[in-house]
């Protein structure tokens, strides 16, 4: 089972920050906070990811709190085009370890 | 910038015939991974792979699937007699280390009927 808790859906406007919430009370010291998303039944799109310190990428800015008990991903300026379903998934870093999925937040993006 | 790629993108096959779903990971990547999405459910895990063998897998991964890397570059994942319950979108992954990013392919579905 997946070890995150997220909203079921989130709601937000075109042009504006969308800041997805993930939980993640029992991560280990050496798992990593995975962001991705899935557009309609494409293949999931990986989004970010980080250990313990705040990350940005092109796409997204991942803060993870200092106790690493939780996370915010940050899309700084939705468009509709990030209409999705967002996954916050947990993973410790041995080899060939899965990303388990679970149901994740649906992101309605709107005009 | 380089993708996954999976083929064919929908297959429609005869409950309890086998079926091949053929994936093509990025070429310096070492992990290998086969997921499925149930209709309107989550997307599960089935099977990791490094190293020519199998790494992790689910309970789904009974002994009726199984996956093979045949000739370096494509990622094949059979079901050998397909039931109505292994329709689904079937996704390959891979990764070029364990703790990097994983790359999903587009998918194939698979229709039983």
């Known amino acids: 089972d997946a070890k995150t808790t997220q909203p079921t859906s989130m709601d937000c406007a075109e042009g504006r920050a969308a800041n997805l919430p993930c939980n993640h009370s029992t991560i280990s010291g050496n798992e990593y906070v995975y962001w991705y998303r899935q557009i309609h039944s494409q293949g999931p799109q990986y989004i970010i990811h980080?250990?313990?310190n705040n990350e940005t990428n092109e796409m997204a800015s991942l803060i993870i709190t200092e106790d690493r008990k939780s996370s915010t991903l940050i899309l700084p300026h939705a468009t509709l085009r990030d209409t999705a379903v967002y996954y916050c998934?947990?993973?410790?870093?041995?080899?060939?370890?899965?990303?388990?999925f679970g149901k994740g937040t649906t992101l309605s993006v709107s005009s | 910038e380089p993708e996954v790629t999976q083929t064919p993108s929908h297959q429609v096959t005869q409950m309890g015939q086998e079926v091949i779903l053929r994936c093509v990971p990025i070429?310096?990547?070492?992990?290998f991974y086969w997921y499925r999405q149930i209709l309107g459910q989550k997307v599960e895990f089935l099977v990791s792979?490094?190293?020519?063998?199998?790494?992790?897998k689910s309970e789904i991964f009974d002994d009726q699937f199984s996956v093979e890397r045949p000739d370096g570059s494509n990622f094949t994942l059979k079901i050998r007699s397909t039931k109505l319950e292994d329709s689904a979108m079937y996704f390959c992954?891979?990764?070029?280390?364990?703790?990097?990013?994983?790359?999903f392919g587009q998918g194939t579905r698979l229709t039983v009927v």
């Open positions: 998934i947990v993973r410790p870093p041995q080899a060939g370890t899965a990303l388990i």
């Open positions: 992954a891979s990764s070029e280390r364990a703790i990097t990013e994983a790359f």
């Open positions: 792979f490094y190293n020519n063998e199998i790494s992790e």
């Open positions: 070429s310096n990547h070492l992990y």
């Open positions: 980080g250990l313990k």
